[in-house]
């Protein structure tokens, strides 16, 4: 069987796992306090900053171990108690994590998504609707906004679109946090044109992703105006995601972001979702999205899908209807493309 | 610099590392839905119920990645909103993790301990004053005991102590909850006597610790009575402890339980444990807890710390005086007797 | 200036007062352990459960000072941690509570209401959507239903609508919670045919609203399956809910329910809220949403606005367009026709 | 029965209740934004900064309903997320609230008390403690300080432990909070050095209480140093505090702050609990705590507890051995000496 669900079925990238044995049974403090952990955040900082400068010295980088605890804990961090974080509706926090963000006591304020995006108009005229309110203390206030990059159906924001969310949130006095769960992904794909410099320049908040990405497990919370998040690693020490043995962290990132490995992970993933959205289109499928990164949805009769999943797995995402299901097909840096022949024969066949 | 900080400094042990090496590029589901958390599953049910029975079949494994969120969540799910949890004041959810039990709405409601530890008696009487409290409904209800085994002292509850306890707990009618993080070391301890049997009998739930015991990271939640802990899974992912790839603590838990590996490896940091708190009695310090699992404790006189610093690393647990720190050295399942040999000669010395 | 903005604008009803004043100086137990609160729980048990038998014995009331936590505390005890609580897009705990029930850590999970009411299917739907759903354990389950009676929006359940609401949440083994911070103007409504009895035997939970009613201030809470909320008192302490002269509720409530008075001072109000929508038809205006009790929804346009201003205060509830407002009037038990006629006679002129 | 149990035995004071008769049926706009509450508001800014200037200028007042919701809110407002509170562990919040701190995500640090009060050295040396602990991201940092004035045990801080412990409190940055929910029986109090004005000039924020004070209910929240407490006001909606109908906290504080009502209240309180707590000593009992304000704590042999509770009502405050409970008598605003009689002639008979 052919896992396509989603992109954290294999372990750890060759050259990641490497790492991680060769230094297995060295002896390190805990709680990223390690070498290995100050290494890696160089080098994170170093793609985030190439030219240095204040940004550079003032930024900071945190490890910590999933993406939902790093979307709950960054925003516990960034909101005051009345306030709440705005999102695209189809958002991951809106949406399949269980109400994370809800338990840290904040409300997801949805904007409609097109594609899985919102844009810089739709935000402006929800905080422009709030300042107006005459009962804006009985109603919450937007606080930050969240956005994913590439977003949860695979498509992703230009830097025109960054910029311009960008320019309202800091209008606004508001943080911007991106999640970047399946960041290689993005930075790899054609039509991309945000590059780690323009998210540490845009955001005041981003992570970048290792669970998805080539790592084990691990997210890189990269905090460019760190007066927004003062004393967050007791934060995340409290929130249960500081990892005791944080040095794994380190050694994956310090690895990940070595001779551009990082986004070479994510470019043979696109290049083959390319491949397979090809096959599914030339089947005659319906493409519900356009891929551009490394998931694929489309739209699947349902009298196909007992066949269709005999060669692979993948998951549903809802029903347009009584006849057809939604379904995304995810491809990852473990992939190749002799994973994915039989489906491929399948489709052509 | 030899690192006796805590039992966090190294990788995994060679078996784990071994496996998880070679199941690294399969590709499975996510989640801990795989077919390596289902096999560690059996394995620790067997060794806790090896009787089988009515017991085995509802018990039930849950794998979370650390301490400090494994203690929080099954806080937090044992619970109604209007009760506290009952620990002794040394206990580690009361002290070093961050308010992480306070974080999600619950007081910790702490009892002196002694040597690390709260007996039945203390225990009885907390739950008795609370009910015969005229105005109980102004103070926060006992709703369930937290242990930890071995305790932050490195000691250990007999199986007549928690036997009482336990007795204490179900006459009340609230849970005990035994945090097993460092449960290797009290299972191989000369003086144990309470097995992984008993455990599951005497209390309602209970972890099996995989961060300082042999693995990358993971802790195995046991829970013998699920009744008190239904919907755990979506409460796990809602607090950001659920694996992505969760695969990686079953295969890490299935090797741990495969030929009493779990327990072999905190039998030699058990006694390597004794060889450094005998040649530390030797130099002449005062022994503060006496050892019996991995953890050492012992009255240093601030003059001798600088030299000591420089062999080995340690924490410090505070000031009994002016003129003398608490120390504590910590073994584990990584060290070898080589590794100890700089720190026995400078003792000796 | 006339103010028509809410129903909380004047102080307590004359009967109230007086009763108010003429225990004033009397003595008695706290925290609504005293007598006139125990004699007020029998009036209203008498109310909702003439009949007697073993509901009116299993049924508990208590009181709490306010609306928003009365809806927050009722909530927060009727969930487990992984719920959230289903209730209309326009439902005052999803609008205008400042986030109160996300900051007990719940998702409210919105349907799409129609002149402020949602249906029995919808809910069933949402039910079984989630059931169906295979990563249901990454979204936020239904676990109860919250209505208003009478609807943000003024409109009205009918007793069909409620009994099917009310078995679609038995078959699917959630409570239903229904808000009455304006029972008074349901109850008193001419289309109203859902009475206290049928609120008691439909509902697992209900408020009886004493501040919009002709209280100073308070809500009495109707628990018709006390195995839902048990604790419930320790709780409303914690949340801050609990009145220290938890008499003034006990006297209030006890005065609103002798000799019909609830629903009297519901009438009147309903009654000048027909007058004053009728005018308001008469001038031109469109209705929003057809007037049945004491909330009245017009369109007016936008340069009409001032003009009005000066005659009397109200609310805006968003702009339709660019020259039109939605407005609402409220009328309530202080109300006479005396005080409209400034009003009316503005209208007709 | 003479209700001695505490301080919300009766209603409000004649001169309150008059207030509330008189605008009673006024229609005012909601939430605290009428006159009532702008006039209340400035005459408690006169009363804390009769100088004027810029903290005058600077200073708000906000109305909340009690005791147990103004202490939490403006706990989990001053506090961050990672931060807990320093009070006394005989402290109201410590105690007596069934968790509420801890329910806002908080832990209360308690220090152990002498006759109710925390001293300035000990704050300190908590706060170093901390601060040079290596291990502080994992414990919980002291953000604020928490005081009652009157104390739980009915003492005082004088004028010089208060400076001291502000001063404190501002060399280490953290807010200093007092709870003045019984602040009519400290001010009236005859040793009592510490008014209104040290208050608003040494804490940065405090509370002026109403409940206890003569007022039916209502608490009035002193913000000196605003910048920490912004958006407080969508907190207090959000905890559900805000009264709809606030007018009525406007028209109470307003009459209590007119001619040195609020002051007169306390005394006359005062002096009876002096005159009780001699004719307790006269019987023969034990004065554990030094009356100085309207509580009275002394010691009674069991035996006499019985006879003892048919002439008045009191609460027990703990059992200092087999023989003897701490029983505390309290006074207030409403209690006349011909209440008194019939005790005194108890106690002297």
């Known amino acids: ?18 790492a991680l044995t060769a230094t297995n049974m060295e002896r390190s ?13 160089e080098r994170i900082l170093d793609a985030c900053f190439p030219e240095g400068g204040r940004m550079r010295a003032d930024a900071r980088v945190y490890f910590l171990v999933g993406g939902t605890q ?7 961090g960034l909101l005051r108690p009345h306030e709440g974080v705005l999102a695209a509706d189809t958002g991951h926090i809106a949406v399949h994590e269980s109400g994370a963000i809800e338990a840290t006591g904040h409300k997801v304020i949805t904007l409609p998504a097109t594609d899985g995006k919102i844009n810089a108009g739709q935000i402006a005229a929800c905080i422009a609707g709030f300042k107006a309110d005459p009962s804006k203390d009985h109603t919450v206030a ?14 992703l924001y230009s830097l025109r679109e960054l910029t311009a969310i960008s320019a309202v949130c800091r209008d606004a006095g508001i943080p911007l946090f991106v999640d970047g769960a399946r960041l290689a992904y993005a930075l790899a794909a054609d039509t991309n044109d945000v590059t780690l410099t323009d998210l540490a320049r845009l955001a005041d908040v981003f992570y970048i992703g290792g669970t998805k990405c080539g790592a084990l497990m691990g997210e890189a919370v990269v905090v460019a105006e760190p007066s927004l998040l003062r004393h967050f690693t007791p934060l ?7 990892l005791a043995k944080g040095r794994l962290l ?17 470019r043979e993933a696109d290049r083959l979702a390319g491949v ?46 009584p006849h057809y299901t939604v379904v995304r097909f995810v491809t990852d840096w473990a992939l190749t493309e002799a994973d994915l022949k039989a489906l491929l024969d399948y489709l052509k066949g």
Chains 1, 2, 3, 4 share one sequence.
Not at 29 to 41: F, L, W
Not at 142 to 155: D, H
């Open 236 to 242: 995340i020490k409290q929130r249960g995601a500081l």
């Open 250 to 266: 380190g050694v994956q990132f310090g690895t990940l972001f070595t001779d551009g490995l990082y986004e070479r992970l994510g």
């Open 70 to 76: 790093t979307n709950a804990i960054v925003i516990a």
């Open 29 to 41: 403090t805990g709680y990223g306090t390690d070498d290995y952990c100050k290494a890696a955040r």
């Open 1 to 18: 069987m052919l896992h396509l669900d989603s992109d954290y079925m294999a372990g750890a990238c060759p050259e990641v796992m490497a």
């Open 142 to 155: 937007p606080g930050m906004v969240y956005l994913s990059q590439p977003t949860e159906l695979g498509t």
């Open 276 to 321: 397979l959205a090809e096959a599914l289109r030339q089947h005659g499928y319906r493409e519900v999205v356009a891929q551009v990164t490394n998931q694929i949805f489309f739209e699947i009769p349902n009298d196909d899908l007992p066949a269709l999943a005999k060669v692979a797995s993948f998951e549903e995402w809802g029903a347009p209807g």
